[in-house]
């Protein structure tokens, strides 16, 4: 079975749920990271806050990861869905494409969905070492 403009239809849908999807999860991945970071600032500097800035930290570093798997996964489905578009579109179909444009390849990381969690990871890790390794902190 190949599929034609009304498939078209149905595949672009698709892809913007995904989009919408993504969307959503960087939306609570910025929200969550926000106010970790305003509690991060409260605690730095205050007296025995060590064992509140490593619970912040290691909850930064889990969350940030957590959104990069959920929106690896979307990309994924998204990258699925234009394989499966691919392989069954009419030869004859002359329409609009489904989607803009896709990056597949390593360049993928450089995506602010992907690659703002990894920063967010790199940042929860280097203020739990500043911390750990930092006199009166702990």
């Not at 989009?19 to 910025?30: E, F, I, K, M």
């Not at 970790?36 to 509140?52: D, H, K, M, N």
Request: proline share 3%.
């Amino acid at each position: 079975m190949s599929w034609g403009v009304d498939e078209a239809q149905v595949i672009r849908e698709m892809i913007k749920h995904e989009a919408n999807v993504s969307n959503h999860r960087l939306t609570w991945l910025a929200a969550l990271q926000g106010l970790l970071f305003a509690a991060l600032g409260f605690f730095w500097c205050s007296e025995g806050a060590g064992p509140y800035i490593l619970i912040l930290s290691v909850l930064g570093v889990f969350s940030s990861a957590s959104s990069l798997y959920s929106l690896w996964l979307a990309h994924r489905a998204t990258e699925n869905i234009l394989i499966s578009w691919n392989a069954n579109k009419l030869d004859t179909y002359n329409g609009p494409d489904v989607i803009g444009a896709f990056v597949t390849g390593s360049s993928r990381w450089f995506l602010p969905w992907f690659c703002l969690p990894l920063l967010l990871i790199l940042a929860w890790s280097s203020f739990l070492l500043i911390a750990l390794y930092s006199d009166g902190v702990f």
